[in-house]
């Protein structure tokens, strides 16, 4: 994945909630950084684009986040070594956010944490008995 650093960050940002950057990336030239947003909100129709549209990598991304090992094999396998950590930051593993920080990957590490928040804050809110899911 080569992006400049701007896209990166503006990711990062639709990532951690800003619709209007979302909604940018999708339509100047970037949607699978939208669309992976949807996907990582569990929106079944997201997770299936990346997969038609040539970013099984992403939904790969997601996948590992969420603690799936056949997910980060396959990162691995294919050489997708940064996704791979990106995707075990998100599932809180530390080792992996240094491993990025010490590789002069600073965004990455950025957009890596914005993912683990939200896969945090979903996990959290499945599991509060108190809560009434709006899907």
Do not use: C
Request: aromatic residues 8%.
């Amino acid at each position: 994945m080569q992006y400049p650093a701007k896209i990166i960050l503006a990711w990062a940002e639709a990532i951690n909630g800003n619709r209007d950057i979302r909604d940018w990336l999708i339509t100047s030239g970037y949607p699978e950084l939208g669309l992976f947003v949807f996907a990582l909100h569990n929106k079944t129709e997201a997770r299936q684009w990346l997969i038609d549209n040539g970013f099984p990598h992403l939904m790969a991304l997601i996948n590992g986040a969420e603690g799936n090992q056949n997910a980060l094999s396959w990162l691995k396998k294919f050489d997708y070594d940064i996704l791979e950590k990106m995707a075990r930051v998100g599932d809180n593993d530390e080792d992996a956010l240094i491993w990025l920080l010490q590789n002069n990957l600073p965004d990455m590490a950025k957009v890596a944490i914005k993912i683990r928040e939200v896969k945090n804050e979903i996990d959290a809110n499945n599991n509060d008995m108190h809560r009434i899911s709006p899907d």
